[in-house]
């Protein structure tokens, strides 16, 4: 089932889970999205992010006891939308990630389809 215009999509994953990771893929090539990568560490994020490698992201919020905020960070100075994943709620996340769509784990897969395509939606309708 595809989401609007999501093929033209290029989604970001970081999660440090590699079970996780797959699942979100599979999840959002199934809707009709396009992976720019699939990372597990800040630094891999922040190289695919500053090449200008993607269009959106999904973020886990901690990868392994390190906050993703550094890849939040970049890609709202490039504002480039991204969803932040966590099994934390947003408040015991203290704000770290400010103006990010938030969801908290776990989620239903249509749930997390629908903010994406939403997400992207709205920043080909803002730079279009």
Same mark, same amino acid.
């Given at each position: 089932?595809?989401?609007?215009? /999501? ?6 994953i970081? #999660? #440090? ?21 699939v ?20 973020? #886990? ?7 993703a ?26 704000? #770290?990630?400010?103006? /990010?769509?938030?969801m908290?784990?776990?989620?239903r ?5 629908? /903010? ?5 939606l ?7």
């Open positions: 089932m595809q989401f609007y215009n /999501a093929a033209s999509a290029r989604i970001l970081v #999660d #440090d889970e590699p079970i996780i990771a797959l699942g979100l893929e599979e999840m959002l090539v199934d809707a009709g999205f396009t992976i720019a990568a990372v597990h560490k800040i630094s891999n994020a922040l190289a695919v992010i500053e090449s200008g490698g993607c269009d959106a992201a999904i973020i #886990d919020a901690n990868l392994a006891g390190v906050s905020n550094p890849a939040a960070s970049a890609l709202a100075e490039r504002g480039l939308p991204f969803i932040v994943l966590s099994g934390y709620s947003r408040e015991q996340l203290a704000g #770290d990630f400010p103006g /990010a769509h938030f908290q784990k776990p989620f897969p249509a749930q997390l389809i629908h /903010a994406v395509s939403a997400m992207v709205k920043r080909q309708a803002s730079s279009g």
